[in-house]
């Protein structure tokens, strides 16, 4: 097995912004005390999401290990007159003479880098590790990989592969741990959101709702099919431009629940106190939860986010959807 480590935004004394500290001896330890002999092992310094350019060698690597794959093309496997390839995950049916093994460590951003990288250049048949720099990992949730670092790397070096699906979008980016997809403004949303043929949200967005309403989609790659789990947003996904901490209203926000918030800022007397007062970000509503294989969303203004990066422009429509291949994750 040829076992590649790619450390994101970290230098070589393995330190970086998140505190994780992982070195190259942390990984040769490993490797002698379960008497793992691999005869190619190499580390890599990236920045923390790594672009296209910085992980060529990834792309040669999968060359060399498979120069030609024998398998059906993604074109023949869209051709075919089932859907097998959309349920259970499986493991990849290409046999390389040699394994190769991925262990990124870093953010969740720092994996979908990878994952859109592998993704785009159909070497999805390599296995995957990952070591989380930050305990808010929702890959690390996904995947139940643990967030202490030594911990995670055992698993990414020694740990057998368990399949999962790739979620991507339609502009060609894979989903590591979540997605949002919400009004460009961050406030209520206005739109229709659609998990396979379910309706998740239809709705049409008040200016003044701030601290509980509809305010879009949290999604999450599962570990089985269908392959995604969607649920609505009930807060901002992310923090209000316009906010105002500290005062009384900012002295609230902390104290009530958002629902009750939300009342007291539409009438009353705190309602100018509570106007540009910081909502909570991130609530959804765990009953409205759905699954599928596929998110649609359509609305005047969208902004979608990948694993924290917010896209540069809004959109009018965004999908997310389960790729023809799966994922080859190195878990428990």
């Not at 330190?15 to 992982?22: A, E, F, K, S, V």
């Not at 999401?49 to 290990?65: H, K, N, Q, T, W």
């Not at 003044?208 to 879009?216: I, T």
Request: charged share 25%; with cysteine.
């Amino acid at each position: 097995m040829a076992l590649m480590v790619l450390h994101c935004g970290q230098d070589k004394a393995g330190r970086n912004d998140t505190g994780t500290t992982i070195t190259e001896d942390s990984v040769t330890e490993i490797l002698h005390r379960r008497n793992i002999r691999e005869k190619r092992v190499s580390h890599h310094y990236l920045d923390a999401v790594p672009s296209r350019r910085e992980l060529r060698f990834l792309d040669e690597m999968a060359a060399e290990i498979l120069p030609e794959d024998p398998t059906p093309s993604l074109d023949e496997i869209s051709a075919q007159p089932d859907v097998e390839h959309l349920g259970t995950p499986k493991h990849a049916p290409q046999q390389p003479a040699e394994r190769l093994r991925v262990i990124v460590i870093g953010s969740d951003a720092s994996l979908g880098a990878v994952l859109t990288r592998m993704m785009r250049a159909d070497y999805l048949w390599a296995e995957v590790g990952y070591v989380p720099g930050e305990e808010s990992s929702a890959a690390a949730v996904n995947w139940a990989i643990p967030t202490d670092p030594e911990a995670a790397l055992e698993i990414a070096v020694a740990a057998s592969v368990h399949p999962a699906p790739l979620i991507r979008t339609d502009t060609g980016l894979a989903v590591a741990g979540s997605a949002t997809i919400s009004n460009w403004d961050n406030h209520e949303f206005t739109g229709e959101i659609i998990v396979d043929d379910t309706i998740l949200v239809r709705h049409e967005g008040a200016d003044q709702v701030r601290f509980h309403g509809v305010f879009g989609t949290r999604l999450v790659p599962m570990t089985d099919a269908p392959g995604i789990a969607a649920v609505r947003a009930t807060s901002p996904v992310a923090a209000l431009a316009d906010t105002t901490p500290g005062g009384l209203g900012g002295w609230l926000a902390t104290r009530l629940d958002p629902a009750r918030l939300q009342k007291l800022s539409e009438s009353g007397l705190l309602a100018n106190s509570l106007r540009q007062a910081p909502p909570r970000t991130g609530l959804v509503a765990p009953e409205s939860l759905r699954s599928g294989r596929a998110v649609q969303a359509g609305g005047p203004a969208l902004a979608v986010t990948v694993d924290g990066v917010r896209a540069r422009r809004a959109v009018e429509r965004s999908t997310f959807y389960r790729h023809l291949r799966d994922l080859q994750i190195v878990r428990l």
